[in-house]
């Protein structure tokens, strides 16, 4: 039977919610909070999550990608390990030697900046207690939040190999990062040199291209009026950042703009210093912008850095680390830079060098961990030449060697990938793998792993050498993160046998900062690609459609979820409600769907396991010579759910998957099959036949359902296993579902999808007009196609015990009897006689007093939905729950006012 025409969320009356079972004292209420703990702590017992790196089994590993240190559990992680998790469990079912490598991220500048706050509100710094002392106190840090994190990902259910799990910082990962750089840099690909960096004054630390986060901000364009040398004209340029001005070192126009053709090769001065600058051509100047004129400020603008290296130009920072003005900024020397810009712009006016301001929205570039505005800023720091290392992996991608799901993400991998620049790798921090660079006292640079031996450094003593202060780039330990976790450089089993790993799921925001780069190095140091498939899972937003965030304190703690509805609730919640290669918009009562799911199918498992008895089915195989028609239904659904759910997921469509599994267990299995197979009398045996193929189809979608909801599937299984003396201890091993084609027949489905319709039509008319559930009546249909009241008749004693029908009319001349409702379908016209079912007056008393209040309700939603001050002040959430109140008001006075039609027309 097909569900087109069907509600998800209209369970037969047995499974009606958790009441159903609470009150059935032959049942147990499923605790899932305290079963899930059990469960997890026996697995972890038996060593389930332990890949055995000698199996003879095919391969199929994934890693984690790690958590910060300084992260809390969120929903992100949730959906994203949820997702890991569903593919480590199904491809374990399906036999193959699973290894799933978890770890943490010791988030350099994001550790530090939150142990320096600790240390600020003692009265400390970490200078003032050195570098040791801060380390050890920052490592004793970061392991208590690893510990934390990682526990808090085994709550969602993660069968991670936790005597696997690694940290960045840790002595393998540490030799692997040393021997990374010391290749590189004898390659020729690392190397020192002064360039813009992006410089965060806050954390006081470098930043790559993609830690800087930009956001729109209202600012101002600056017009400042140069002086020309020995003349009384003035050249004016456009600014939104006057203060840069002070180390401004020329003035450049467009060798195309004939405007300034004369001008070009003559000096101006600078306002407020007074020092004289030339002006030059530089193809870069764009005509259009501002005035055609641009400031050039080596120092603080990659753009300009280029022009000045093109000219030759001085290079004069004026800006201290902490973002203040320093001995170049003149007399503004010391201030703070919005400071300095500030009193700038007073003098400018004051002395006329002033000549308008116009507001100006700009992009600005902010510190992705402190949200500052970061500066352009002239640095000798560490770059690694990109290009090269690029060619192999864009090639990896355009072969479809590697490939993204959803595909279009490639197109977003490879357009910044094509397009790369260098990568800086120095930070000005202490937490991280400190660059390994000596320097001896006269500047000669020694590269290696380890303080340099005497054989190493011929003719300097190795004690009288100094390692650099800066450590490197958190990224550039996680871009080695799938062999580093498997012990590389060294040669070990892990390695031979987890890599290439296969999948890699994350979030986009870090394909360039992280798979890219992952992409590069698997080439460089493994000859191979690091994985197979990139799934890019939704950014989570609130209901709104808002991105959550701790900031706006929008966010969901999935742990609290855990704890009310269960890890089984969390996840299936999630994953049905992320539509494939889509943001979620997720609220708390998301997870109510989920909590219901897993209620149902413990209702279900309850009222199928309860009637077995003594009796043991097999479950593994079907007696094909015990069918009855629905029995042959059922199993045709199951193959058709078994062959769709394998197709979705093998084409990383979780989302879908979960939603063919919901459907089925739902409808087909709980709604429809049950309700056909209950004996019509009470306490009367179900035929031991269906008996069988239910406990069959139960076995099957637990199977199904177990990466997605793994702790109830467990529970059942186990159970279902020690009442038919079945040998498995766990699911977890159990054989995923094989499609059988010889179950699904088509012309049963087509038929019987009808009969449905009819069932869910009349099944909706009588909750309308509030006909009590035990009364049954005639039916009359009118048909269209003889056919179809052929197949209605020949399915009678079905189609009367699930419509609730005493006797059934059909035909093509049917006419409407007195006193019915009536309903139209394709093919068909279906009339409920009421007379006996309902009172007419007390149901038109009670539709007219449900209409008249909602009416007032609809009136007082209207004006508040019309007032201005209303829409103009409220919250957009506010304003969007009220709209929905409204349509959903509407929806229900329609609804009313037809049925009320129906009943005046009697």
Not at 53 to 71: A, G
Not at 120 to 148: P, Y
Not at 801 to 808: F, G, H, T, Y
Not at 825 to 839: C, K, N, Q, R
Request: hydrophobic fraction near 35%.
């Amino acid at each position: 039977m097909s569900n087109k025409n069907q509600k998800t969320n209209s369970p037969s009356d047995e499974f009606a919610g958790t009441n159903a079972v609470a009150n059935n004292k032959k049942s147990k209420a499923y605790s899932p909070v305290e079963v899930e703990q059990i469960i997890y702590e026996q697995w972890l017992q038996s060593g389930y999550f332990t890949a055995n790196n000698k199996s003879n089994k095919p391969p199929y590993s994934i890693v984690i990608p790690p958590p910060n240190v300084t992260d809390v559990l969120h929903l992100g992680h949730a959906l994203n390990n949820t997702i890991q998790d569903i593919l480590i469990r199904k491809h374990r079912m399906e036999g193959y030697e699973v290894a799933w490598i978890p770890g943490a991220d010791h988030a350099g500048i994001a550790t530090q900046v939150i142990v320096e706050k600790q240390l600020a509100k003692e009265g400390l710094t970490r200078r003032g207690i050195g570098r040791k002392k801060f380390l050890e106190r920052t490592n004793a840090w970061a392991m208590r939040n690893k510990d934390i994190i990682l526990n808090q990902l085994k709550k969602i259910g993660c069968s991670c190999d936790w005597s696997r799990t690694r940290f960045t910082l840790d002595e393998g990962l540490s030799e692997a990062v040393t021997e990374v750089f010391v290749h590189l840099y004898k390659k020729g690909w690392i190397y020192r040199g002064n360039r813009i960096v992006n410089w965060c004054p806050s954390c006081q630390t470098s930043l790559s291209d993609d830690e800087v986060e930009h956001k729109e901000m209202e600012s101002h364009l600056w017009y400042i009026k140069y002086k020309l040398k020995g003349s009384d004209e003035f050249l004016t340029v456009a600014t939104t950042r006057p203060e840069t001005m002070l180390g401004d070192t020329a003035l450049a126009v467009s060798p195309k703009d004939n405007r300034y053709k004369k001008y070009i090769g003559k000096m101006v001065i600078l306002p407020i210093l007074e020092r004289e600058i030339p002006i030059i051509a530089d193809s870069y100047v764009d005509p259009e912008f501002g005035t055609g004129v641009v400031k050039v400020t080596p120092a603080h603008d990659p753009n300009d850095f280029e022009i000045g290296q093109r000219h030759d130009l001085e290079e004069i920072n004026i800006l201290n680390i902490d973002g203040s003005l320093n001995e170049n900024a003149g007399k503004f020397k010391g201030l703070d830079r919005y400071e300095g810009r500030k009193q700038l712009l007073e003098e400018l006016k004051k002395k006329g060098y002033l000549e308008k301001t116009e507001k100006y929205n700009l992009a600005a570039g902010t510190c992705y961990r402190c949200h500052n505005v970061i500066e352009p800023y002239l640095s000798e720091q560490w770059f690694v030449k990109m290009k090269e290392m690029a060619k192999p992996a864009i090639e990896a991608v355009k072969s479809g060697k590697i490939k993204f799901h959803p595909e279009y993400w490639s197109k977003t991998y490879l357009h910044w990938m094509e397009n790369i620049r260098d990568w800086c790798i120095s930070r000005q921090l202490w937490w991280g793998h400190r660059i390994p660079v000596w320097y001896a006292e006269d500047g000669t640079i020694f590269v290696s792993k380890t303080r340099p031996t005497p054989e190493e450094c011929p003719g300097y003593d190795p004690q009288s050498l100094t390692q650099d202060d800066d450590v490197l780039d958190t990224w550039f330990s996680s871009w080695l993160w799938p062999f580093s976790t498997l012990g590389w450089p060294q040669q070990t089993d892990d390695l031979k046998a987890f890599y290439p790993t296969k999948v890699l799921s994350t979030a986009s925001e870090i394909i360039f900062l992280w798979v890219a780069r992952m992409v590069m190095s698997g080439y460089e140091f493994m000859k191979e690609a690091p994985f197979q498939d990139v799934y890019i899972h939704g950014t989570v937003r609130d209901a709104n459609g808002v991105k959550m965030s701790k900031s706006l304190g929008n966010g969901i703690d999935p742990l609290e979820i855990i704890n009310k509805y269960g890890a089984d609730a969390l996840r299936i919640s999630l994953v049905l409600a992320t539509p494939d290669g889509q943001d979620p918009w997720i609220s708390k009562n998301t997870f109510e769907i989920g909590r219901n799911f897993i209620n149902k199918i413990h209702q279900v498992s309850r009222f199928v396991i309860m009637r077995l008895g003594d009796k043991k089915p097999n479950i593994d195989k079907i007696n094909e010579t015990d069918l009855v028609i629905f029995d042959r239904w059922i199993l045709s659904r199951l193959e058709r759910t078994i062959e769709a759910v394998q197709k979705s997921l093998d084409e990383f469509r979780l989302s879908t998957a979960s939603k063919i599994l919901y459907n089925f267990v739902w409808n087909d299995y709980c709604s429809w099959y049950i309700e056909l197979i209950k004996p019509d009398k009470p306490g009367m045996a179900i035929r031991e036949g269906s008996l069988n193929v239910a406990c069959y189809v139960l076995n099957q979608f637990l199977k199904l359902l177990h990466p997605f909801i793994p702790f109830v599937t467990e529970n059942i299984y186990v159970e279902l296993q020690k009442l038919i003396g079945g040998s498995d201890k766990t699911i977890m091993f159990g054989s995923w579902p094989s499609l059988n084609k010889k179950y699904i027949d088509d012309e049963l489905e087509q038929s019987l999808q009808q009969i449905q319709t009819v069932v869910t039509a009349i099944r909706s008319v009588r909750a309308e007009l509030n006909v009590p559930p035990g009364k049954r009546s005639d039916i009359y249909i009118r048909v269209d196609d003889p056919k179809f009241a052929q197949l209605l008749q020949n399915h009678i004693s079905y189609f009367c015990s699930l419509a609730k029908v005493d006797n059934l009319y059909t035909g093509t001349d049917i006419k409407k009897p007195p006193v019915s409702a009536s309903t139209v379908i394709s093919g068909a016209e279906i009339f409920i006689p009421l007379a006996g079912l309902i009172d007419i007056e007390v149901e038109k008393k009670r539709l007219e007093k449900e209409l008249s209040t909602l009416k007032q309700l609809m009136e007082k939603i209207s004006k508040k939905l019309a007032n201005q001050d209303f829409l103009a002040n409220a919250p957009k959430e506010v304003i969007s729950k009220e709209k929905a109140k409204k349509e959903d008001f509407q929806e229900r006075i329609e609804k009313l006012n037809k049925n009320l039609e129906q009943i005046l027309d009697w």
